[in-house]
């Protein structure tokens, strides 16, 4: 299987398109391997493929219940920024920042990584000063951030609302010019590729029914597909982080709730960055094709329907149209939900779980996806030493016990 | 929009509730020691549920709590029974009715 690249195009664009074989394997499940990871998103496929990449570890299986990338990973609205609080949020989320900016190259996969930048708007004094704590946190983190005043928000984002009647009059922004979005498709698909070819297996419509439990350790798991033997077990599931856990017993600190996202019919470029205003609850950006991408709060009804309710339906498409009073009129093409698993401080779960042998990989709630390339690399660390790579230690479960958590759903005014 | 049944008003527009929490999590016994494990257990742990589940809900609108088992999957709802104690306690509220569940009792 060759690589993608300019000439290739050109050459099957000269043949008819004859030459292209599929991007990954679709191999029989095994009986046993090193290690088998739950769930063919994001944070798995990425797993597998630094697995392979960094510690040499091929014999992996990824299993999926249903298909590759059907879940949050294709199901959430692309944004990729590292504008944390905390400096062990900021160590994690800039990580995976940077793995993103190489990403297309490293896997020689087009992910669309566009670095257009983002702005969190204030709408008060008191955000304003809370914003500057923010812009200062970051910067002292190694991030960057800028405070934006007023007419430079006019001068990137002229269509925002500006009005003398304006719900929220806006007064500045916080702005990440590293921030941007991605392709997420690809990314998962990238990350199949890259793994496929290094000889990881992934094995899809394979649903994990039960943990192989022996002398209190975890050996394996149970399938649709009959059982499989492992050294170690990685679960990244998101949204059925607890159900897994049920299955091996245990409890874990989240809550599942569906997360909606609209999609607007194309039009011609009007946004050429993300913004977010929390005061409004929203955040929106134009895609490739010019779809507005628009996405709010979490329904506040813990579910595993892949659905949304109708009242954060009607906060999210009312706040936008305060935001951006030219798109009242604009028709929505799509609208879904993914359901992601909230923690009680809005920061991810890394580490071995109460069962030994079963490692998590959870509670990224709402911002799964711009932290792929990270949750895997770190996970990929985990699963072959065993033990926390420096970065990923401040999420271990135990943070809950031990009562030292990273509050982010406080500190960096983002809710989820 | 979903309707969810109020204990005490009845049918009522899902916008007018409040999820509290999960039912049946039961308050270590603080007249012994309590470990920071079994704190945790309490205070984060969650069942989150697929599929049935007992919950704690608020009708902001009037201010009854009351346990409400819904499936989380169809987000159907299976009943709401009131955690008030009718007075002179004639009626079991806490867990009585179709939402006893195996937890027993409905406190939050």
């Known amino acids: ?416 | 929009m979903q309707v969810y049944t109020c204990p005490f008003c009845g049918l009522r527009d899902e916008r007018e509730f409040f999820f509290a929490g999960e039912a049946g999590a039961a308050r270590p016994d603080t007249t012994g020691p309590v470990s920071d494990a079994e704190w945790a257990e309490y205070v984060r742990m969650r069942r989150n549920a697929l599929g049935r589940a007992r919950e704690v809900w608020m009708h902001l609108t009037c201010g009854e709590l009351f346990v409400m088992e819904r499936d989380t999957l169809s987000a159907r709802v299976l009943g709401s029974v009131a955690l008030r104690r009718a007075p002179g306690g004639r009626e079991g509220a806490d867990g009585a009715g179709s939402v006893d569940g195996p937890d027993g009792e409905g406190a939050p």
């Not at chain 1, 992910?111 to 200062?136: D, K």
């Not at chain 1, 430079?152 to 269509?159: G, M, N, Y």
């Not at chain 1, 926390?388 to 271990?396: E, G, L, R, W, Y």
């Open chain 1, 1 to 416: 299987m060759g690589g993608y690249s300019a000439l290739r195009l050109l050459r099957e664009g000269l043949r008819d398109q004859r030459g292209w074989r599929p991007a990954w394997r679709s191999p029989k499940l095994r009986k046993a391997y090193d290690i088998v990871i739950v769930g063919a998103g994001g944070h798995g496929l990425a797993t597998a493929y630094y697995l392979a990449r960094n510690h040499g570890i091929t014999d992996v299986a990824v299993l999926e219940k249903g298909w590759l990338g059907g879940g949050n990973t294709g199901r959430n609205t692309t944004v990729i920024r590292s504008n944390y609080y905390y400096p062990e949020s900021c160590a994690l989320y800039d990580l995976s920042l940077r793995l993103y900016e190489g990403l297309s190259r490293e896997l020689n996969y087009n992910v669309m990584f566009s670095r257009r930048g983002m702005m969190i708007l204030h709408h008060s004094e008191h955000e304003r000063e809370i914003a500057a704590r923010t812009v200062n946190a970051m910067r002292l983190n190694g991030v960057d951030a800028e405070l934006l005043d007023r007419d430079e928000v006019r001068a990137r984002a002229p269509l925002l609302n500006f009005g003398e009647d304006a719900r929220h009059p806006i007064l500045g922004a916080v702005w990440q010019e590293r921030a941007g979005t991605g392709r997420h498709d690809a990314v998962a698909w990238g990350y199949a590729r890259a793994a496929d070819r290094l000889g990881v297996e992934i094995v899809q419509n394979c649903e994990v029914t039960g943990f192989i439990v022996e002398g209190g350790t975890c050996k394996g798991v149970e399938t649709s597909l009959g059982p499989v033997r492992a050294g170690r077990v990685g679960m990244a599931v998101a949204g059925h982080s607890s159900h897994l856990a049920a299955m091996a017993g245990f409890r874990l600190p989240l809550t599942s709730y569906a997360l909606q996202a609209f999609v607007s019919e194309p039009l011609k470029p009007m946004l050429d960055c993300v913004v977010a205003s929390p005061a409004h609850g929203v955040y929106i950006s134009q895609s490739d094709k010019g779809g507005l991408v628009m996405g709010g709060a979490l329904d506040r009804v813990p579910t595993y329907g892949q659905r949304g309710n109708l009242p954060v339906q009607e906060d999210v498409l009312g706040g936008l149209v305060d935001c951006f009073p030219a798109i009242a009129r604009v028709g929505l093409l799509r609208q879904w939900a993914g359901i992601v698993d909230v923690s009680p401080d809005s920061s991810p779960i890394l580490g071995p779980s109460p069962l030994p042998g079963l490692y998590l990989n959870c509670g990224w709630g709402t911002g799964g996806f711009k932290a792929i390339p990270a949750g895997g690399l770190l996970f990929a660390h985990i699963l072959a030493q065993g033990a926390h790579h420096p970065i990923s230690a401040p999420f271990d479960l135990t943070r809950f016990e031990r009562g030292r958590l990273i509050d982010e759903g406080a500190a960096s005014g983002i809710a989820h």
